[in-house]
């Protein structure tokens, strides 16, 4: 890439004077929080966390527990965790793509769904023939959002009393 392919900043990005006198601060969306020893995670796109009646709940923390899942033969190969409408708040939702050959493993996921707080907890699972990406081979939440979490073929639904993924509705 040259010069010439990159945007120009949008003005309102930049805070100055945002912690002391001259400084220049760059907004970009990102949540990050520090540990114990001073190092910076990243936590989620201001975008993508999803707006639970609880509060809000980082998409990677619901993706990070799914792709523990994965063993040998059931594996995940791309996974987004996103936000479907529930009144006033949203209740999370995943799609999943599974990897070449592998098979789905629905006592595996379960299994690390119940390691989320309840809140956390994807209401609905859908499998997807592809995950769409970026370029930069990013995942794009939007079209999958799109697609909806109906009840269908491969899509299942969180059973809170019997604590796993079942078919129907």
């Known amino acids: 890439r ?4 990159l945007r120009p900043v949008d003005p309102r ?17 990102d949540f990050l929080r520090m540990d114990t020893g001073g190092d910076y995670w990243f936590v ?6 999803i707006q639970t009646a609880h509060g809000p709940v980082p998409s990677m923390r619901i993706e990070d527990a799914l792709y523990a899942a994965s063993t040998p ?8 965790a996103v936000g479907t409408p529930d009144g006033a708040h949203e209740v999370p939702a995943v799609a999943i793509e599974l990897a070449a050959g592998a098979t789905l493993d629905l006592d595996a996921l379960a299994a690390a769904i119940r390691t989320l707080p309840d809140h956390a907890r994807p209401r609905r ?8 990406v970026t370029d930069g081979y990013r995942p794009i939440k939007r079209p999958v959002a799109a697609l909806g979490f109906a009840p269908g073929p491969g899509v299942w639904r ?3 009393h019997a604590q796993a ?5």
């Not at 699972?125 to 769409?132: D, K």
Request: charged share 20%; proline share 4%; with cysteine.
């Open 2 to 5: 040259t010069n010439a392919d």
């Open 13 to 29: 990005r930049l805070l100055r004077d945002a912690f002391a006198p001259g400084d220049i601060w760059f907004v970009t969306g």
């Open 44 to 49: 989620d796109r201001h975008q993508d966390l």
């Open 73 to 80: 033969g059931h594996g995940i190969a791309m996974c987004i």
């Open 125 to 132: 699972l859908r499998v997807v023939a592809e995950v769409p």
């Open 158 to 160: 969180w059973d809170n």
């Open 165 to 169: 993924l079942v078919a129907g509705a």
